[in-house]
Nanobody, 120 residues
Framework: QVQLVESGGGLVQAGGSLRLSCAAS????????MAWYRQAPGKQRELVAA???????IYADSMKGRFTISRDNGRITVYLQMSTLKPEDTAVYYC??????????????WGKGTLVTVSS
């Protein structure tokens, strides 16, 4: 089992930046990829970015340029650096992990989410 705990959410003004963290614990050696998703009010959850065990990063097209996913060397914590935030980035951001090759629709573990609110 893997446990994921997100942190770093909060209220930020439009144009500002925020860094989210996701701390993994448990059977972390089984993780092949971790990702950030978000779900805005009234919308479906969507992929933001992912990072594989080998360090390959994957971004949703609409997230490229403003969001950066990274991790620490121990692969225990994954970060999401968000810049030039817009009100439409307001959402609950979730961390997820998978024991298999990354497929956006099939993640094995999920955190509880952290709320990001961007004010205009």
């Amino acid at each position: 089992q893997v446990q994921l705990v997100e942190s770093g959410g909060g209220l930020v003004q439009a144009g500002g930046s925020l860094r989210l963290s996701c701390a993994a614990s448990g059977s972390i050696d089984s993780i092949l990829a971790m990702a950030w998703y978000r779900q805005a009010p009234g919308k479906q959850r969507e992929l933001v970015a992912a990072i594989t065990r080998g360090g390959t990063t994957i971004y949703a097209d609409s997230m490229k340029g403003r969001f950066t996913i990274s991790r620490d060397n121990g692969r225990i914590t994954v970060y999401l650096q968000m810049s030039t935030l817009k009100p439409e980035d307001t959402a609950v951001y979730y961390c997820a992990a998978t024991r298999t090759s990354f497929r956006p629709e099939k993640m094995d573990y999920w955190g509880k989410g952290t709320l990001v609110t961007v004010s205009s």
